[in-house]
């Protein structure tokens, strides 16, 4: 009886986006992908969504939307509507982000221009490490090229800016408000568009100033683009801080990427990461991926429903209500992969978090890159491509960006979604739930890493018995290694201690 009574509440959210014409930017990223599903199984009333994707690896735009589309995220949405259906709602427009003039053609440049109704920008490059010239003609070029583009929309009412929490890194904390961009904007991207490669990497440094890397540079630059639109066009700044694998719907656990807690679980279990420089009691901020889009519809239609122009910016965030530290991420990791071990570990899942850079440093050399380079070369000798070595480069880039964020905190004001959740009702809050009240961090974990097993390492549930038994064996070998390491450190003691004694002796007994 009472589920009937929460049916017959209406859905405000769908009838305020109900007929409406979408362009989503952005749409064949992690983010994307699950917001395209989110319109097409929850929003089946909205006119039209309209996807900007560009060719990549010799695939054209079309062909990676099918991909898309049938992929297992949409399994429920194409049980639900039909894979026809679907293709139906959705119009690929070939573009890319990083050229002039977005790479549209004119007939479709037009089309837009006379039909799309709400502006979803999120297309960026996500690489902390990208070259600058890069980062700024993605990123920062291309925002400003789709802001103009926004202004040409004869029927424009919203223009969204899919931001992070993590671009003004000098706020220790962040409110809803729009800041100062580190540099301008336009001097930039002239800067870059007439300087060669080489050039612009030699003074990335000097162009960035104090913050770590180009991801956040060129998002704040961003920023300040949309800032300035806000008085011609209607726009607002959507701010998610970490973006991690769906919590609940469509399919709990499910990423396509291994950033964030997840690549860092993933390393761990596999047990090619053993050390971290890293302050164990500091606490990274976190959104699941569902959740935030639905922050993203529920703003759209704040802004639109109750023309709360005041309100630009929202903070997706949660450290308000879960603080999660490091430490906390890896141990609850450890128990999750005893349960759910992964496939082919290398060494038995252990390691810590190190304060001291140095103490970091020496087990870097001992247990990241001698046994590396001792594996590869068993490797190389068995026929067999080494493959451990590459594998820890590119875990030292990544520890090289994790230390900055890893050994600073930061704090964030998430007033604007708070006040959004006292105004929906409970089929919104069923639909486009933005709390975690009923959130068990554990469960999501375990989610988390079965999912990966499956969608990232194409390790099946029916691997796992098989798993479980090279887990117990490499738990001796992990024990038999240790023993060995600490035998040969006090061997090594007692002999320096026995050579120190000798030498002290000897001139005793000269003296």
């Not at 400003?144 to 009412?157: G, P, R, S």
């Not at 809803?176 to 300087?195: F, G, L, N, R, S």
Request: proline share 5%; glycine share 6%; aromatic share 10%.
């Amino acid at each position: 009886m009472e589920q009937n009574k929460i049916d017959d509440i209406p859905d405000r959210v769908a009838a305020t986006l109900a007929g409406r014409r979408i362009l989503l930017t952005g749409g064949t990223g992690f983010l994307g992908k699950v917001l395209i599903e989110k319109f097409l199984r929850c929003l089946p009333d909205i006119g039209h969504l309209y996807v900007l994707i560009r060719s990549k690896k010799g695939h054209d735009p079309k062909y990676r939307m099918q991909e898309i589309l049938n992929s297992a995220l949409f399994e429920k949405v194409r049980a639900q509507r039909g894979l026809p259906a679907l293709e139906k709602s959705v119009t690929v427009v070939s573009g890319d982000m990083s050229v002039l003039g977005l790479g549209l053609s004119a007939e479709d440049r037009k089309m837009l221009c006379e039909n799309v109704e709400i502006v979803y920008h999120g297309a960026a490059t996500v690489r902390f490490d990208e070259l600058l010239k890069k980062a700024v003609l993605l990123n920062t070029r291309g925002t400003k090229q789709m802001i103009e583009l926004a202004k040409e929309m004869k029927h424009l009412v919203l223009f969204v800016h899919i931001s992070t929490a993590y671009c003004h890194l000098e706020e220790k904390v962040l409110g809803e408000k729009t800041y100062p961009p580190p540099a301008d904007p336009h001097q930039i991207i002239k800067c870059v568009e007439w300087m060669d490669d080489n050039v612009v990497e030699a003074m990335t440094d000097k162009i960035l100033g104090k913050l770590p890397n180009t991801y956040a540079f060129t998002k704040a630059l961003s920023e300040g683009l949309v800032e300035e639109s806000m008085s011609h066009i209607p726009s607002i700044i959507l701010r998610p801080s970490i973006i991690i694998p769906i919590w609940k719907e469509p399919i709990p656990g499910w990423t396509d990427n291994i950033n964030g807690p997840t690549g860092l679980l993933i390393g761990a279990g596999k047990g090619v990461i053993r050390t971290m420089y890293c302050n164990e009691t500091s606490y990274a901020d976190y959104v699941p991926v569902d959740i935030a889009c639905n922050a993203i519809l529920l703003s759209t239609w704040n802004f639109l429903y109750f023309k709360e122009y005041d309100k630009r910016v929202y903070n997706f965030t949660s450290s308000t209500e879960f603080k999660i530290s490091w430490a906390e991420i890896i141990e609850r990791g450890r128990k999750i992969m005893h349960r759910v071990p992964l496939n082919g570990i290398v060494w038995y899942p252990g390691g810590s978090m190190k304060k001291s850079r140095f103490w970091h440093n020496v087990c870097v050399l001992f247990f990241h890159l001698i046994p590396a380079y001792i594996i590869d070369i068993l490797l190389f000798l068995l026929g067999y491509k080494p493959v451990l070595c590459r594998v820890h480069r590119r875990i030292m880039k990544g520890f090289e960006v994790l230390e900055y964020y890893g050994n600073n905190q930061w704090d964030f004001v998430n007033n604007h979604v708070l006040d959004i959740r006292k105004k929906i009702n409970e089929t919104e809050k069923r639909l486009y739930q933005v709390h975690g009240d009923d959130m068990d961090i554990d469960a999501y974990f375990e989610d988390c890493i079965r999912a990966a097993r499956i969608y990232i390492l194409n390790e099946p549930p029916e691997t796992l018995p098989a798993a479980r038994r090279h887990l117990r064996v490499m738990y001796w070998v992990d024990v038999f290694a240790k023993i060995l390491f600490f035998g040969l450190i006090i061997y090594m003691l007692a002999s320096w201690y026995g050579s120190l004694r000798t030498l002290f002796t000897d001139n005793a007994m000269r003296a």
